[in-house]
């Protein structure tokens, strides 16, 4: 767990469905600050490329706001888009030149003077690691951003990065939940946990299927039970579930409902004991542990 920031990390990618206008965007930044919610998730290619403007808006209707949270950006995948038409096919870029341009990009989109952490987003196969280690020295010297990750990469990945860095990675954010747990055992929290970086879980619900889990389903059964012990939502049980890894994960959440909101930040307080967290790893992958 990186005390920096927050244990349960805001996601704005679906800003743009939100049907809000800036001012309403930014309540609901104050109300996540209420809740102890104060590190908020974005990327340059997010809503087309337009997150950032919009989370850029809602942060100038307050004076101050953003001095008050921790932002996070990414970049490195180029999509094919109207905002960027030199893009002839969706691809990769972690050269020297696109890492700097993004950044400045998302400074002028949100409207701030740096970012708390800047994310590879993707592992690039054509990935220069010393091409990488020039920008984000290039980008801590000028104070655009303050700490560096990745997102999705493999420890080897991870590794072969971290070895052309003067300072230490972050982060990685990557996809886990009940039902992708592959970073559990690919080496990924492992790394996370060895060399004390904060490991990111993006779609830590598994995109609304596991509070859709019937109770029929092995693991249906189990989140009801345990639901009906602890008081809790098989949501809440989600977020428990990543919460009690000793690696110290953040789980990424994304609604834009302060209810729901509320509902997930409850989840910090579920005493979820060992037998119960591997109740549901059984049940969502549908055996037993070897």
Known sequence: MDKEFSRLIMGIWRIGDWGMRPAEVADLVEACLELG??????????????????FGAALKTVPGLRSRIRVISKCGIALRSA???AHRVKHYDT?????????????SAMGVEKLDLLLLHR????????????????????GKVVRFGVSNFLPRQFE????????????NQVQLSLLHTDALFDGTLDQCQQRRVMPQAWSPL???????????????????????ELNASPEQLAIAWLLRHPAGIHPVIGSG????????????????????WFELLEAASGHEVP
């Open 37 to 54: 919610i104060d590190t908020f998730d974005l990327a340059d290619i997010y809503h087309d490329y337009q997150c950032e403007a919009m």
């Open 83 to 85: 905002h960027r038409p």
């Open 95 to 107: 050269g020297t030149a696109h890492i700097l341009a993004s950044v400045d990009n998302s400074l």
């Open 123 to 142: 592992p690039d196969p054509l990935m220069d690691a010393d091409e990488v280690a020039a920008a984000f020295a290039q980008l801590k010297q000028s």
């Open 160 to 171: 072969l990065l971290q070895s052309r860095l003067e300072e230490p990675l972050a982060a």
């Open 206 to 228: 598994g995109g609304g299927r596991l509070a859709a889990a019937p109770a029929s389903s092995g693991l249906g059964a189990v989140l009801a039970r345990l639901g009906a």
């Open 257 to 276: 409902k302060l209810d729901r909101i509320k509902q997930l930040q409850a989840a910090q307080a579920l005493d979820l004991d060992r037998q119960a």
